[in-house]
């Protein structure tokens, strides 16, 4: 499906999707098919949502979302990898 026939089919609504054609033009990602994988009664329980499928498929691209959006538009942002507390690390 296209986002417009997401969000026709689920109107009003928290979902959890995948994208499953997707690219990128600059810092957005452009997803050019979705599929809807759940609805969620809200966005607290689609966030928690994502975060299990998330920890089970790590290698699918999930995201929440809520159709009110026009436009589904996903900025991507830089990983900078771990971060480390000094304090964390073992002295010697």
Same mark, same amino acid.
């Given at each position: 499906m296209i986002w417009a026939e997401i969000r026709k089919t689920y109107p +009003? @609504? =928290?979902l959890v999707i995948e994208a $499953? +054609? *997707?690219h990128t033009e600059g810092q957005r990602r452009l997803i050019d098919k979705i599929a809807a994988l759940e609805t969620c *009664?809200?966005?607290a *329980? *689609?966030? %928690? #949502?994502?975060? +299990?499928? !998330? #920890? @089970?498929?790590p290698q699918r691209e999930l995201y929440f /979302? !809520?159709? #009110? %959006? +026009? /436009? $589904?538009e996903i900025l991507e942002r830089? =990983?900078?990898g771990i971060r480390r507390n000094n304090a964390a690390q073992p002295s010697g």
């Open positions: +009003e @609504q =928290w $499953l +054609e *997707a *009664a809200d966005g *329980a *689609a966030m %928690r #949502r994502y975060r +299990e499928l !998330h #920890r @089970q498929f /979302v !809520h159709t #009110r %959006r +026009e /436009v $589904l830089p =990983w900078s």
